[in-house]
């Protein structure tokens, strides 16, 4: 097993490797800077991507009116309190983080990084929606602070993208990733799996894709289908039918096997509040889905990157 593997995980997960990095516990601390999305606001689309409802992911501390600092005492203190956490990154989560000047945008992120608990920010972001001036700035910042750029791809067919109202292509995501190369920060790639006509064939290449590109880091979820969403409205009508959990469990311990070793893996679900959960209603926490794909790789006997180079379908 590749030394970068955690031996019991099978997997390189990202918070070992910050652990390893920074020599404690790191946790991400989330706010909501206020930012809209072009894929909401008519300048690339409207109605944002079919399965996109910002409140799913938002714990209730984040909301735009309550001031940043206030949004990271309060995350802070909660995550000391939990999980003993000594240092954090700021995560800016909430719809595309770049999408604004990049004055305002050096105000937000450098009012994050002031805490002197805080080692970094975490940006996600759309593969359109990164300004060379926005990249300027996070090069900068990245000289003495850890930043992690994370850009959602979510599929690497450009059909399946133009189904779920993307509004960018797979080569979009390809072009932005080789323009933020080389600049001394993490490049996390966004993926989905179980998008209506998705085949897990096509859903397995894009561990090759990732493998091709200087991507660090990877965050992978289910599709699921949470009120408010064109895709809670499809799985109403019979359009939307949700993966199994046994068949996303493999489907993940699969792509992982074809990721390679080198790639930190951040996130293997995604999770709604059951009072907006529409389907599928799992109600796992997110260690016990980790558990249950580490589980699935350990008895397969192997492990993160066991098939990388291998091509999908080869076993
Ligand atoms: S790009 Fe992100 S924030 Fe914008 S509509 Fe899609 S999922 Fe929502």
Redesign the pocket.
């Known amino acids: 097993m590749p030394t970068a593997i955690h031996h019991e995980l099978r997997i390189n997960s990202y918070g070992h490797y910050l652990r390893r990095r920074f020599g404690c516990r790191i946790s991400k601390v989330n706010v909501d800077a206020g930012f809209t999305?072009?894929?909401?606001d008519g300048s690339k689309?409207t109605?944002?991507?079919i399965?996109?409802n910002?409140v799913s992911f938002s714990p209730k501390d984040t909301q735009p009116v309550i001031p940043l600092e206030e949004q990271l005492a309060a995350g802070m203190a909660y995550h000391r309190h939990r999980l003993g956490s000594g240092k954090f990154i700021v995560y800016f989560q909430?719809?595309?983080n770049t999408y604004a000047s990049v004055e305002l945008l050096a105000d937000l992120y450098r009012r994050a990084l002031a805490h002197p608990d805080v080692i970094g920010i975490s940006v996600g972001t759309?593969p359109d929606s990164l300004t060379d001036g926005a990249l300027g700035l996070l090069t900068e910042i990245a000289r003495d602070h850890y930043v992690c750029l994370e850009l959602?791809l979510q599929s690497r067919d450009d059909a399946i993208l133009a189904r779920i109202?993307?509004?960018h292509t797979v080569g979009d995501f390809i072009a932005t990733v080789k323009r933020a190369a080389g600049r001394n920060f993490d490049i996390c790639a966004h993926l989905i799996h179980g998008f209506p006509g998705e085949r897990r064939e096509e859903f397995l290449k894009s561990a090759d894709l990732i493998a091709s590109l200087p991507i660090d880091s990877v965050k992978l979820h289910q599709l699921h289908a949470v009120e408010g969403t064109e895709l809670a409205a499809m799985y109403r009508r019979g359009e939307f039918v949700p993966l199994t959990l046994e068949k996303y469990v493999a489907a993940a311990a699969d792509f992982l096997e074809r990721l390679p070793a080198r790639v930190t893996v951040q996130r293997l679900y995604g999770s709604a509040p059951l009072a907006i959960c529409v389907a599928p209603r799992w109600g796992l926490k997110n260690n016990q889905m980790w558990f249950a794909v580490v589980n699935e790789l350990r008895r397969r006997g192997t492990w993160q990157g066991f098939l990388a180079g291998r091509g999908a379908g080869e076993r």
């Open positions: 999305c072009p894929n909401r689309g109605g944002g991507c399965y996109c910002n909430k719809y595309t759309r959602g109202n993307r509004g």
